[in-house]
C-alpha cells in the first residue's frame, strides 16, 4: 500500500470517526433537548386544555349566577308564572348556547321549570338529575341554605359525571338582582363535555377549537389506557402532567381533572404531533452531512497540502532511489531544492550516494587485492602440492645418480688399462679378463634401466614444472578469467594427478582402484581439473595415513552425466568425515589437520565453480571414508579410445 493510499485511508477514518463522534453527540445531548422541549410542550398543551375547562366552567358559573340573581327568576320562584319560562327559557335560545340542562328548583329541590336535552333539542334523562324533583338533599339544592350570610358548605361549579358522559354544571341560590332577599330555591345550568353519543360532543369540539390541541376526556373509571405505558394511579398522584411517546409520529400527555367534589373525575390526553423531535432529527442530519461534507473538504485540502509538499517530493525521493538501484549509477543527483526536512533529506541522500560511489570504488579496490592474495595463496598451495612430487622426482634422480653402476664401468676400465695395451692377453690369460664382457653386458643392461628411470623421473619432473609454470600464469592472468579449453582424454588426466601424488607420504601402500568409462575426447580445462584433481588424490592419500585402518584403498571413477557432463569420483576408505562438516570443510581456513591450511578444498570448489561445475561431498561418519564427486560441463569432439 502506497504512502498517500495510506494516508488516505487514516485521514478517512479520522473523519469517519469524528463524523460518528459528532452525531452520537447530536443524538444524545441536542436530541434530548429538542425531547425535553417536546415534552414541555405537550405539557403546555394540557394545561392549557385545563385552563380551557376551567374557563368553560367560569363562564357556565356567571351565566348561572345572572339568572339565578334576576328579579324575573326571584318572582317566578314565588309565583310560579308559566308566561315567564316561556318567554325566558327559550329552548332555541338554551341549544344555541349549547346549554344542555336547567333546572329551577324550590328549596326542597322540586322542579318549578327544566328541560335537558342533547345537541338537537331532544329530551335526555339523567339519572341525577330527574325531571320532576331533586331532592332536598341533593348535593346541588340549597335546602339549608335560608339566607346568604348563612356560612354552610355549598357545592357550586364543577365536573358532574353523569349516566350520559361528564358534565358541567353549575348551582346557584336564587336571590333579587341586588343579590338580597331570602334565598328562593336553586338555578341548577349543565353543558355535556363528553357524551356516549357523538352529536352531544360540542362543547368538547368547541374546546378543541379554542385551543388548537388534539385532546380526548375519558372517565377515570374507564380511561382507554392500555398501551398507554402509564397507568390511572400514576396520572392521578402526579403534579405535573405526565408525558408518554405513542410512537414515532406522537406523543402523548396526560393530566387527572377533578370533579365538583373534588375527587379525580376525568383524565385529560392530548396527542401532539412530533414535528419538535422531527425538526430535530432534521437538525441532527443536517449536522452530520455538513460534518461530513466538511471533513471531506478538509480531507482534500490536507491531501493536497500533503501531496505538493510531502507526498510529492517523497515520491521523486523514492523514484529517484529505485533509478539508482536499478542502474547502479551512484553518480546521479536528486537536487531537489527545498529548506525543509525533505530538502535536508534530499541533499543528504545525494551526498551519502558520493560517499557511497567512493566507498564503493575503494571496496573494488580491496576486493581485487583480497581476490589476487586468495589467488596467490591458492596457487602457492597448489604449487607446494606439485613441488611435493618434484622434490620426490629430484630425490630419486640424486639417489639414482648416487647409486649409478658407472663406478664398475670405471673400475673395469681402469683393469684393461692396467694391461698395458695387452688386452687379449688380458682377455684370455687374466681371471679379471674373463669377467670382462659379461660385466659390460650388465653395465650396459643396468645403466639402460637407469637411464629409463631417470628419464620416466625427468619427465616427471618436467610435468610438474610445467604445472607450476601454468599456476604462475593464472596468477597473472588474475581470478575469475576462464581458463584455456584443450582438447583432452580425462582419464589420462586422472592418471597424471595419481602419478603426481603417487610418491606422497604415506602413498606408498595405498591401492588405487580405476572404475573408467569409455568417454569421447572433449575440451576442458586442464589446468583446473588436475589441480582439483590433485587437491582431492593428496587429501584421499592423507586420510589414509592412519595406521589402525583395515584397509587403504582408493577408488576413481569416471562416469558420464546427464546434460553433456561428467562425473569424477574419488572415493577413500579412510577417516572419514563427520555430518555437520560436510559442508565446513569448503570454508576457506577451515580444516582438521594438524599441519593443514584450510584451502585446498575452498580452492577446489572455486576451481570447480569456474569450469561451471559442483565439487560436492559424502561421508557416511568418522571412520568410514569419503566420496568427493566433481561434475563439469565438457565439449565432444571425438571418440577415444583410451582409458586406463
Known sequence: MSLRTRIVWYLSVVVLVWAGLHHIVQKVFVMRSFSELEQADARRNVLRVKNAIEREKEMLASRCKDWASSDGVYRFALDRDPRFAKETFDPELLRRNNINLLYVC???????????????????????????????????????????????????????????????????????????GPVRGTVIVGRMLTSLYEDMEQSLQDLQRQTEVQFELWSVQSALLDGEHVTIDEIVGAKEPI???????????????????????????????????????????????????????????????????????????TAHAVEIGRSEDTTKKLELHREDELGILSSEFDGMMVKLAQSRA??????????????????LHNVGNVLNSVNVSATLLAEKTRKSSVDDLKAAMEAVRDSAGDLASFLAKDPRGEHLYPLLVALSEQLDAERAAVGQEVKRL?????????????????????????????????????????????GEDVEVVREYEELPVCEVDCHRLLEILVNLLQNARQALQDPDLAQRRITLRLRAAEDARVAIEVEDTGVGIPPENLERIFVHGFTTKKNGHGFGLHA??????????????????????????????????????AAA
Request: charged share 20%; hydrophobic share 45%.
Open 362 to 379: 575503494a571496496l573494488v579496490k580491496a576486493a581485487r587485492h583480497a581476490g589476487m592474495s586468495e589467488i596467490a595463496t591458492g596457487v
Open 604 to 641: 577446489s570448489a572455486n576451481a570447480a565453480t569456474e569450469m561451471r561445475g559442483a565439487l560436492v561431498a559424502q561421508s557416511d561418519g568418522p571412520g568410514r571414508g569419503a566420496r568427493f564427486t566433481l561434475e563439469f560441463p565438457i565439449r565432444r569432439l571425438q571418440l577415444a579410445g
Open 462 to 506: 618436467t610435468e610438474g614444472l610445467d604445472h607450476v609454470k601454468l599456476l604462475v600464469q593464472s596468477q597473472q592472468s588474475y581470478a575469475g578469467h576462464a581458463g584455456v579449453l584443450e582438447p583432452t582424454v580425462i582419464a589420462q588426466q586422472i592418471e597424471s594427478a595419481v602419478s603426481m601424488t603417487a610418491q606422497t607420504i604415506g
Open 106 to 180: 324550590d328549596m326542597r329541590g322540586r322542579v318549578l321549570w327544566g328541560r335537558c336535552a342533547d345537541g338537537e333539542g331532544k329530551p335526555l334523562r339523567l339519572a341525577d338529575f330527574p325531571a320532576d324533583d331533586l331532592g332536598e338533599n341533593h348535593p346541588l339544592i340549597t335546602s339549608k341554605v335560608g339566607t346568604l350570610d348563612e356560612k354552610t358548605e355549598l357545592f357550586d361549579t364543577g365536573v358532574w359525571i353523569t349516566d350520559h358522559g361528564a358534565m358541567l354544571v353549575s348551582a346557584k341560590p336564587i336571590t333579587d338582582a341586588r343579590d338580597k
Open 243 to 317: 408525558v408518554r411517546v405513542r410512537d414515532e409520529d406522537r406523543v402523548r400527555a396526560y393530566a387527572a381533572l377533578d370533579d365538583i367534589r373534588g375527587q379525580p373525575a376525568l383524565v385529560v390526553c392530548a396527542t401532539l404531533t412530533r414535528l419538535v423531535t422531527a425538526q430535530g432529527d432534521r437538525a441532527v442530519l443536517s449536522a452530520l452531512i455538513s460534518t461530513i461534507a466538511a471533513g471531506a473538504l478538509i480531507l482534500l485540502v490536507l491531501l493536497r497540502v500533503l501531496q505538493s509538499n510531502v507526498l510529492g517530493p517523497i515520491a521523486r525521493l
